[in-house]
């Protein structure tokens, strides 16, 4: 089972910032795309963002464009989630996951990201 752990969640101000980081086993790193989803209460899990394990590719969803920034830190072997300027509609669990072709998807626990109004 690999482990994925996701942490920097919390509780903020519509407009405020986050960072999450998701620490995945190095041998997952180096092959994996990487990709943040959210899921709202009541609503299906989305995909917020992902990045190619070399970099070149990058997607957002659209209702993140411009404010979120995923990001992969090859010395610590994390995958970086910058939230700015946060609404109320960001609030979910946020989730990342590995996806390569030498194994199965991984997901983490997940972290909750609040956004007060």
């Known amino acids: 089972q690999v482990q994925l752990v996701e942490s920097g969640g919390g509780l903020v101000q519509a407009g405020g910032s986050l960072r999450l980081s998701c620490t995945v086993p190095?041998?997952?790193?180096?092959?994996?795309?990487m990709s943040w989803h959210r899921q709202a209460p009541g609503k299906q899990r989305e995909l917020v963002a992902d990045i190619s394990s070399d970099d070149k590719r990058i997607n957002y969803a659209d209702s993140v464009k411009g404010r979120f920034s995923i990001s992969r830190d090859k010395a610590k072997n994390t995958v970086d989630l910058q939230m700015t300027s946060l609404k109320p509609e960001d609030t979910a669990v946020y989730y990342c996951?590995?996806?390569?072709?030498?194994?199965?998807?991984?997901w983490g626990q997940g972290t909750q990201v609040t956004v007060s109004s």
């Open positions: 996951k590995a996806v390569s072709i030498w194994r199965v998807p991984s």
């Open positions: 190095r041998n997952i790193f180096v092959d994996s795309t």
